[in-house]
């Protein structure tokens, strides 16, 4: 009998909704999922990293979901949200396909590692991994409000080659639409990219997160890639990530179809209102506030963990 | 430098296939405001396929979720194909690899 079958029972949300409102359909649940999928799907989006970081404990927290079955339909509203995004940015020549399929090479054997390892180790160790990552994201948060990165170094390529970055790559370019002009660039330390992507990938299907957190910051400081470029490189490989885990969670019966569909719906909607606002919002203290709330859900998932909540 | 052939292709396949995923996923998912009576539960691949005949909201929507799995397998053939037609032989054979991996991924699914 799949995994999901024997542990999951929705008792907590009738719990929730009787409690709070006598009486809810259960045909009202997809409204719920939906409403936790665009929700988070609109922070993650205010915020430059996906929703998964949210739907993950969202559908924990208030679902009552095992943490394995959120992180499996996670990561497959994940794929839906980066195919979206990999079609615009493909249309718009910014994906550096080449780039991507080789990083892949190490990043989808980590995808499967993370969900294979996901799959057979306790509920209680992967949510204190997650606390965990999502601490470290409110760290990361906290310093990026502190002081602003200069993403656009210099391109030093001159200074460091390797042999797989000589026989694959020449000097790439991009055609800037803001700049009406083409962009040269070098891929530099390929061999860094290779082994953080293998992690990355890792994470991402342990964790049920997009993995952009990790593939973004790398090929823009290490690899010394444009962060277009970067961003629309990494909404490619997240795709083929996220694919290449999400199967794997769909073999041992921890994606639910039904919990998907309404998260899809959500997050589609949460993801084009989320970057929508995003021009209009000042980034001023957004951080500190966005940090501040990751805070409160790691607090959130630790005492449901320990039963104190 | 990449042609823009490849760049058309890959967002042709890619915009037809995400197009009929999503379509079967919002399909399920109105057929299922009506009829569900359970959010939980997984379903095999024999399921699927007698499910979607009867119009069953989660083969439906689990035929979605198959589709997407599909695109990034799709996508990669046609790179690979791409690559090895421009002699681009190592970057074929990485494609290769990375190709073995997802269907390794998606034979475990379909079991």
Same mark, same amino acid.
């Given at each position: 009998?799949?995994?999901?079958?024997?542990?999951?029972?929705?008792?907590?949300?009738?719990?929730?909704?009787?409690?709070?409102?006598?009486?809810?359909?259960?045909?009202?649940?997809?409204?719920?999922?939906?409403?936790?999928?665009?929700?988070?799907?609109?922070?993650?989006?205010?915020?430059?990293?996906?929703?998964?970081?949210?739907?993950?404990?969202?559908?924990?927290?208030?679902?009552?979901?095992?943490?394995?079955?959120?992180?499996?339909?996670?990561?497959?509203?994940?794929?839906?949200?980066?195919?979206?995004?990999?079609?615009?940015?493909?249309?718009?020549?910014?994906?550096?396909?080449?780039?991507?399929?080789?990083?892949?090479?190490?990043?989808?054997?980590?995808?499967?590692?993370?969900?294979?390892?996901?799959?057979?180790?306790?509920?209680?160790?992967?949510?204190?991994?997650?606390?965990?990552?999502?601490?470290?994201?409110?760290?990361?948060?906290?310093?990026?409000?502190?002081?602003?990165?200069?993403?656009?170094?210099?391109?030093?390529?001159?200074?460091?080659?390797?042999?797989?970055?000589?026989?694959?790559?020449?000097?790439?370019?991009?055609?800037?639409?803001? %700049?009406?002009?083409?962009?040269?660039?070098?891929?530099?330390?390929?061999?860094?990219?290779?082994?953080?992507?293998?992690?990355?990938?890792? %994470?991402?299907? %342990?964790?049920?997160?997009?993995?952009?957190?990790?593939?973004?910051?790398?090929?823009?400081?290490?690899?010394?890639?444009?962060?277009?470029?970067?961003?629309?490189?990494?909404?490619?490989?997240?795709?083929?990530?996220?694919?290449?885990?999400?199967?794997?969670?769909?073999?041992?019966?921890?994606?639910?179809?039904?919990?998907?569909?309404?998260?899809?719906?959500?997050?589609?909607?949460?993801?084009?209102?989320?970057?929508?606002?995003?021009?209009?919002?000042?980034?001023?203290?957004?951080?500190?506030?966005?940090?501040?709330?990751?805070?409160?859900?790691?607090?959130?998932?630790?005492?449901?963990?320990?039963?104190?909540? | 430098?990449?042609?823009?052939?490849?760049?058309?292709?890959?967002?042709?396949?890619?915009?037809?296939?995400?197009?009929?995923?999503? /379509?079967?996923?919002?399909?399920?998912?109105?057929?299922?405001?009506?009829?569900?009576?359970?959010?939980?539960?997984?379903?095999?691949?024999?399921?699927?396929?007698?499910?979607?005949?009867?119009?069953?909201?989660?083969?439906?929507?689990?035929?979605?979720?198959?589709?997407?799995?599909?695109?990034?397998?799709?996508?990669?053939?046609?790179?690979?194909?791409?690559? /090895?037609?421009?002699?681009?032989?190592?970057?074929?054979?990485?494609?290769?690899?990375?190709?073995?991996?997802?269907?390794?991924?998606?034979?475990?699914?379909?079991?």
């Amino acid at each position: 009998m799949p995994y999901g079958k024997q542990v999951v029972n929705l008792g907590n949300i009738y719990y929730f909704t009787i409690k709070k409102y006598e009486l809810i359909e259960l045909a009202g649940n997809f409204w719920i999922v939906a409403v936790i999928g665009f929700v988070a799907s609109f922070f993650g989006s205010l915020m430059g990293i996906g929703g998964g970081i949210f739907i993950v404990p969202s559908l924990t927290l208030l679902l009552n979901l095992p943490i394995q079955v959120a992180v499996g339909c996670s990561l497959t509203t994940i794929v839906a949200n980066s195919c979206i995004a990999s079609y615009n940015y493909i249309r718009n020549e910014l994906t550096n396909i080449r780039l991507s399929i080789l990083l892949c090479s190490t990043v989808v054997p980590g995808a499967i590692a993370g969900s294979l390892i996901a799959a057979y180790i306790p509920s209680t160790a992967l949510t204190v991994v997650f606390c965990a990552v999502l601490l470290g994201i409110a760290y990361s948060m906290l310093r990026r409000a502190r002081k602003k990165t200069d993403e656009t170094a210099e391109n030093d390529a001159s200074k460091q080659k390797s042999s797989i970055t000589d026989r694959v790559f020449k000097t790439e370019s991009y055609y800037d639409k803001n %700049l009406r002009a083409k962009v040269s660039y070098k891929i530099i330390k390929t061999r860094t990219g290779l082994i953080s992507s293998f992690f990355s990938g890792l %994470l991402s299907s %342990l964790l049920g997160v997009g993995g952009g957190i990790i593939n973004v910051p790398v090929m823009t400081l290490l690899m010394r890639i444009p962060i277009k470029v970067a961003v629309a490189t990494s909404s490619f490989m997240i795709m083929i990530t996220a694919a290449a885990g999400a199967m794997v969670y769909y073999y041992h019966g921890l994606i639910f179809p039904t919990v998907v569909a309404a998260l899809v719906i959500g997050v589609l909607a949460g993801s084009f209102t989320g970057s929508a606002a995003l021009q209009r919002i000042q980034p001023k203290n957004m951080n500190i506030i966005f940090a501040a709330i990751v805070v409160v859900i790691t607090v959130l998932m630790l005492l449901r963990l320990f039963n104190i909540l | 430098m990449i042609k823009p052939g490849l760049y058309r292709l890959t967002a042709g396949i890619l915009l037809a296939l995400m197009s009929v995923a999503f /379509f079967l996923i919002l399909a399920g998912f109105i057929l299922g405001i009506s009829r569900m009576s359970n959010l939980t539960g997984t379903i095999s691949l024999g399921e699927i396929i007698t499910g979607i005949r009867s119009f069953d909201p989660v083969s439906v929507i689990a035929s979605g979720i198959g589709m997407l799995f599909i695109i990034p397998i799709l996508l990669l053939i046609n790179a690979m194909i791409y690559f /090895f037609k421009t002699g681009d032989k190592l970057l074929s054979w990485i494609t290769l690899v990375v190709l073995v991996f997802l269907s390794l991924s998606a034979f475990l699914a379909l079991s």
